[in-house]
């Protein structure tokens, strides 16, 4: 399906998809999540992908973080195809370009929070001080804490510090604001806007919450594995004034 | 530390229990191969060093009497590298404290020391001096069981006399490092040891001045593979002086008991380990596979964030590695001090020098490597599976492979039996083959290698009650120095005490049939002889037939003989016609390899008339009448040997039985470390797999107990299964075991009983209960609320 795109800064594209495609197989059961998709990203945007339950827009991420192959199309990343990367190449993209915040925070239970950040560090040679990082979430009396004694919103927020603690240029935010309560996930999408303009971070959240979208540089829709609509938002609301 | 290490290490300490069974099976396997490969060793290289330090001769030839120059010419022979002659006798040891009468071999010894072949090694005291000639140096484990010591005296009976003698010290020797009386298969410290006399006293007390009765002799290199032309030619010499018979060493009493034994070890060295090793590898494999599942999540996630497939996996394999490795210290020290432990038993009746347990880095080396090879294969194996997918794949819960109904619902008879609780137990197990046959197979081997040990356990009883209350009856064996007639048998008869006496004539021969041969002797006995009972398998007496042989079932097979069959027979001593003689029937013994006959018959082929060499007597057991006929049986000048059952017995216990009992001891240990970890493992395993459904479960307002109890049934029916499979492939490992004690002076029978298999059912059911309890306990302990929470 052809989508009007509006792009939000005139530049080139940091990641590019063209017609991507992608089929599961549950079981014994063939399933096409995604179908024909094209669109861009452009730095230093805020991205929101929003869609129900099933439009396919984890996937979209997934495939856009090389956390998963598309099963047809292209996408390339600053100018490198990496729909004909190898697992090698992939590795080392999410390794420098790509830092992932979770729903479930996937954080690893027997690791404090410094230490869950410091995972991340310890693979990056551009990476930013641990204990800073944790500071610019506010866990900075935290740190020490396993995930276990963290509530929700602090153990996203220590998903976040190791996201960016790699010092990537994509920051992958899937539904994060998904298992915290209302005034929570406001503080998160906060902290996730303040890095964008604070530290020029480009960041793409997905979210099936369209009042969260209505934070967004640029909103792109999708239902039943297909691009909607592309819209820019000339004047995103701050988190604080949305309600869900 | 990097986080991924500090992360192993807690995942290893959340783990413990699961990982503890692991470890307890490869700590096992790996003291098995160190302890048995130690002491293998131990003794391989103690009798080495003993044999070349005290050039160990390599034939031995009695004969009548031969002037020592002819001895001196033998060196000149092709294959010879050196010869001794000596002088030899049994004879009657006379202690004023000892009451029964005691057996022993008188040896010379140049009176100056000097480098000789099978060269003894002083224990206490000095070497003759030129003080006395009437010095004697006693075997020093003889000396010990009776107090003597240098300088204390002893009266030995020499050639009819009774002569005194001063011990000046004690000593070992090469040819007796298994020190046992001709005939006896145990040695008896308390009745037999060896005294070796100056060479001139000898001589002068046997008269045999400037000659000698024995020759002793150590073959070159190249002679040693094919030593046969050799003592061909040595007894062709020697022919015109009366050889009597000529030993191989490979047919030496001390160094057939000692290599057996040390060959037996090398076996079992290998095939022990492997086995629990390989069960290791396997309950590993599923741990991990189990483990690695759990933390999809956390693979995926490393993985977004960037870690290699190759970072990760080193990262499970330093799980399997650590694992291995502390399995595999345990292992070590645990070898380590078994190994002290059996080198000190073998030590209490193989009589080295310098028998001690070493350290072998390249054993303990090995111990290392099979422990870390089997976890870490294991690991990786297990944990390849999650390595290999996407990271979106990864951090997808994994969706179920199977849905449909399995096999056993077609059976719609017993399917609609089952209630929910049994429906979902054969489904789980039937839908996850790997865990199910995994578990099932560690628990065959686990019963396998119990029942082993039972039967082997029943075996070991089995063979003395059948040696000693089935086949030998009497209570007291009588050698007698020669032939003599049946007024011999008359005057041991009418002695003190004896109840009944019977007698034998022992012929020892060379057996052949056809390209085969091989040394023994037939006991000759009465047709209605009641004190030697040979037996068949099931216990049955054997009749001793007119004309022809009863053969042990060990000597047919070494001759490859059946009844039916005739062998040729040439007896060792006197005249050495060709006999050819008719196998009549074959009998069952662990001990040895008999061959009977009637003595009338025997007396008829050798052309003697009826001639007896010894007696079985039956005697009151009262002490007052055993001191009697004891004090009387030292007064007998025809006497060579006494053999007590009950000291025989004891011997017998003190040696050969304690020896297997630690094996079989261990091996039960082992076995039910196996066991019961397999059945542990499994159900650890089954609970973490499950970990929603039971929260599930508990949430809907199931009891702890009830969803407990569906872990019971799934370890009750994995158990009931490897136990059935178990039992008789513990039968086949005990005639594997078995097969590899096959020798000519021991055989171990394979003895099955209903409670054998009843002992294991139990056993597997107390493990089943113990392993469950562990797991009961973590149901308790759940925390299924935060799971459910988790999953929403």
């Known amino acids: ?244 | 530390m990097s986080s991924l290490d500090r992360k192993l290490l807690r995942d290893l300490k959340v783990a413990r229990y699961l990982i503890a069974g692991v470890v307890s099976i490869i700590a096992v396997g790996v003291m098995c191969f160190i302890y048995m490969s130690a002491t293998h060793r131990n003794l391989d290289s103690a009798m080495r060093r003993y044999y070349t330090r005290s050039r160990m001769a390599d034939f031995w030839v009695d004969l009548k009497k031969a002037p020592a120059s002819e001895v001196d010419a033998l060196a000149e022979l092709n294959g010879i590298l050196e010869v001794n002659a000596r002088v030899q006798s049994y004879v009657a040891v006379d202690l004023d404290d000892e009451p029964a009468p005691i057996n022993g071999l008188v040896l010379s010894l140049p009176d100056e020391r000097k480098p000789i072949i099978n060269d003894m090694v002083l224990k206490r005291g000095t070497y003759f001096t030129e003080r006395r000639q009437d010095e004697v140096i006693v075997s020093d484990v003889f000396a010990r069981h009776h107090g003597i010591g240098p300088g204390d005296k002893l009266h030995l009976i020499l050639n009819g006399r009774r002569q005194e003698l001063i011990v000046v010290g004690t000593s070992i020797s090469c040819e007796f490092v298994y020190l046992v009386n001709p005939g006896s298969i145990t040695p008896d410290p308390q009745h037999f040891g060896v005294f070796y006399l100056k060479k001139s006293f000898a001589e002068h007390a046997f008269d045999l001045s400037g000659a000698a009765n024995q020759v002793l002799g150590r073959l070159t290199p190249e002679a040693r593979g094919r030593p046969d032309a050799v003592i061909r030619r040595v007894e062709s010499v020697l022919a015109p002086y009366g050889v009597l018979t000529t030993t191989l060493l490979r047919d030496h009493a001390s160094n057939r008991f000692l290599s057996d034994e040390i060959r037996g070890l090398g076996v079992f060295a290998t095939m022990m380990p492997l086995i629990f090793m390989g069960v290791a590898a396997l309950v590993l494999n599923v741990s991990m596979v189990r483990l690695v599942e759990q933390q999809r999540t956390v693979i995926g996630t490393l993985k977004a964030l960037g870690y290699s497939d190759h970072s990760l996996l080193s990262h499970f394999a330093k799980f399997g590695a650590l694992t291995g490795l502390v399995g595999a210290l345990i292992g070590m020290v645990l070898g380590y001090f078994m190994a002290e432990l059996v080198t000190w038993n073998y030590g209490r009746f193989f009589e080295f020098p310098d028998l001690y347990n070493r350290l072998y880095p390249d054993t303990y080396a090995g111990g290392l490597a099979i422990g870390l090879t089997g976890s870490v294969v294991g690991s990786v194996l297990g944990a390849r599976a999650v390595l290999e997918l996407s990271p979106a794949q990864a951090m997808r819960p994994k969706s179920p492979a199977r849905g449909g109904p399995v096999c056993i619902e077609r059976a719609t008879w017993l399917w609609r039996r089952l209630n929910f609780a049994w429906r979902l137990v054969m489904r789980t197990a039937l839908r996850d083959r790997l865990r199910t046959a995994a578990g099932i197979l560690a628990t065959t081997t686990g019963a396998g290698l119990l029942v082993c040990s039972f039967i082997l356990d029943e075996g070991l009883h089995h063979l003395i009650n059948f040696q000693f209350e089935k086949i030998t009856l009497s209570d007291v064996h009588l050698g007698f120095n020669d032939e003599r007639g049946l007024a011999m048998l008359f005057e041991v008869a009418r002695l003190p005490g004896v109840d009944r006496a019977e007698p034998v004539m022992n012929l020892a021969c060379t057996f052949m049939h056809g390209p085969r041969q091989h040394r023994g002797s037939i006991t000759g006995i009465e047709s209605d002889a009641m004190l030697i009972v040979p037996r068949d398998r099931k216990g049955r007496s054997i009749p001793i037939p007119t004309v022809g042989l009863v053969m042990s079932r060990k000597m047919a097979e070494l001759l490859d003989a059946e009844p039916g069959d005739t062998v040729t027979v040439v007896p060792i001593k006197g005249r050495r016609d060709e006999l050819r003689v008719r196998v009549a029937s074959l009998t069952e013994s662990y001990i040895g390899t008999s061959v009977y006959a009637d003595i009338r018959y025997l007396g008829f082929v050798i052309g003697e008339t009826l001639a007896i060499n010894g007696a079985q007597l039956k005697v009151d057991p009262r002490p007052t009448a055993r001191n009697l006929l004891n004090r009387e049986l030292k007064r007998l000048p025809a006497l060579r040997s006494v053999s007590v059952r009950t000291d025989v017995i004891k011997n017998l216990n003190d040696t050969f039985v304690v020896t297997q009992e630690i094996f079989v001891s261990l091996l039960q240990f082992f076995a039910g470390i196996v066991f019961f970890c397999s059945l542990l493992t499994t159900s650890l395993v089954g609970l973490s797999q499950r970990e929603r459904e039971v929260a599930n479960l508990l949430a809907m307002g199931f009891g702890k107990w009830q969803v407990g109890s569906l872990f019971l049934r799934e370890s009750v029916l994995i158990n009931s299964i490897g136990t059935a499979t178990g039992l008789p492939l513990g039968y086949f490992i005990s005639t594997l075991v078995a097969a590899q004690y096959d020798t000519e002076l021991f055989r171990f029978p394979v003895v099955t009983s209903p409670g054998i298999f009843l002992k294991c059912i139990i056993m597997s059911l107390v493990f089943a209960a113990t392993a469950h309890a562990v797991v009961q306990r973590n149901v308790n302990h759940l925390d299924w609320l935060g799971i459910i929470r988790a999953s929403d």
């Open chain 1, 1 to 244: 399906m052809s989508v009007k795109t509006i792009p939000a800064v005139e530049s080139m594209p940091l990641l590019k998809l063209e017609s991507i495609g992608k089929t599961y197989r549950m079981g014994e059961v063939d399933i096409e999540i995604l179908r024909g998709v094209s669109l861009e990203v452009f730095a230093g945007e805020f991205l929101v992908i929003v869609g129900p339950s099933g439009s396919g827009k984890t996937t979209l991420m997934n495939i856009m973080g090389g956390l998963d192959r598309a099963s047809s199309g292209r996408i390339w990343f600053e100018g490198q195809d990496l729909s004909r990367a190898s697992p090698k190449e992939l590795t080392r993209y999410r390794r420098r370009a790509a830092g992932f915040v979770f729903q479930a925070y996937n954080l690893i239970p027997n690791l404090t929070a410094r230490e869950n950040v410091a995972v991340a560090v310890e693979l990056s040679r551009t990476s930013l001080d641990i204990e800073e990082v944790l500071r610019l979430v506010g866990l900075a009396d935290r740190m020490d804490h396993f995930p276990a004694q963290l509530s929700g919103g602090e153990q996203q927020r220590v998903a976040i510090a190791r996201a960016l603690a790699k010092n990537p240029q994509l920051l992958f935010c899937d539904e994060p604001t998904g298992a915290l309560d209302f005034e929570t996930g406001k503080k998160v999408l906060r902290l996730l806007i303040d890095l964008k303009s604070g530290l020029g971070k480009t960041i793409l959240l997905i979210t099936h919450n369209a009042d969260i979208a209505n934070t967004a540089d640029r909103v792109i829709k999708i239902r039943s594995g297909e691009v909607t609509s592309v819209t820019s938002l000339a004047d995103p609301k701050p988190p604080e004034e949305i309600a869900w």
